[in-house]
């Protein structure tokens, strides 16, 4: 007997429905060559590919929309039991985004290397996020945090809060 | 003379703002205690709260909302000579969203430590981000490298592609 939890075996076919839609996302001039999808007990419940310059949204990479398509699919905030399939290794914002939605485990193809020689770089971003706050390119500066409080003892009073 | 960019004085009504939509966001009951806003050449141009567990999105982030908005508010995905104020210290995936929106500067009130003794622990997710792929508690997996190539081939040759 085992405690650890059972992890599945990768599955090739989900990774090549990920590539595919990278590539086909070039064709059709939605943003980035990059694609994802979420699984979960043995389907794919939600797909996303780059849509960042076709959508205007900065944040639209394609785990992002994988996991917020899943998401919806599946009516809940909380994707534990899910896994990630990605074309590419995820940008931190990404891998971050991963976490937050309770993913299970990642499964990506192309290397941060391969994308760089495509002329993205997600290195330098992991850089900054090793950095302490004030070494780092993009300042951010602290203002009124007594004041803020407030908005966290409202949190902690109030009897109908969702965690998350 | 200077090359240096002049950075604006930070704005207290704004921050006074986010917080405000922080606080308003608990009672609501749309998300965390987390609010933030966009501003740029003197405006506000977007605005943003936590609706992780109200649209059940778990990207939706305070910044990352406020981001989306003003992106689609200015018809751009780059938000370069826009200045973020959020109620707390952003997150690993809302720090790195920032700077792919290209934010010029980020101020906030609360620090990671004021929301960890509200129940929110982000050190954690920078602790994980700063490790390496392997020591990671979220397993990630390579597989296909050599396949996905296709997708960075395709978007090199590609001559129609936005870069963003």
Redesign the interface.
């Known amino acids: 007997m085992t405690s650890q939890p059972i992890?599945n075996a990768?599955n090739?076919e989900w990774?090549?429905r990920a590539?595919a839609l990278?590539?086909e996302?070039?064709?059709l001039?939605n943003?980035?060559?990059?694609?994802a999808l979420i699984a979960r007990n043995g389907a794919i419940v939600g797909e996303g590919a780059n849509t960042?310059?076709a959508t205007?949204?900065?944040?639209a990479?394609a785990e992002?929309n994988a996991?917020?398509a899943a998401?919806?699919a599946?009516?809940?905030?909380?994707?534990a039991g899910c896994e990630l399939y990605t074309?590419?290794?995820?940008?931190?914002?990404c891998?971050?985004?991963?976490?937050?939605?309770?993913?299970d485990?990642?499964?990506?193809?192309?290397?941060a290397v391969?994308?760089a020689?495509?002329?993205f770089d997600d290195a330098f971003?992991?850089g900054?996020?090793?950095k302490d706050?004030h070494a780092r390119t993009?300042?951010?500066?602290?203002?009124?945090?007594e004041?803020?409080?407030?908005?966290?003892a409202?949190?902690?009073a109030?009897t109908?809060?969702?965690?998350?």
């Open positions: 992890r990768p090739q990774m090549r590539i990278a590539t996302n070039v064709a001039g943003g980035g060559p990059f694609g960042v310059t205007n949204d900065p944040t990479h992002v996991i917020r998401a919806r599946l009516g809940t905030f909380s994707l074309s590419c290794e995820p940008c931190p914002m891998l971050a985004a991963a976490y937050w939605a309770r993913i485990a990642i499964y990506y193809a192309s290397s391969d994308a020689r495509a002329g971003l992991y900054e996020l090793r706050s993009l300042p951010a500066t602290q203002l009124l945090r004041e803020a409080w407030a908005s966290f409202a949190w902690i109030s109908t809060k969702i965690p998350y």
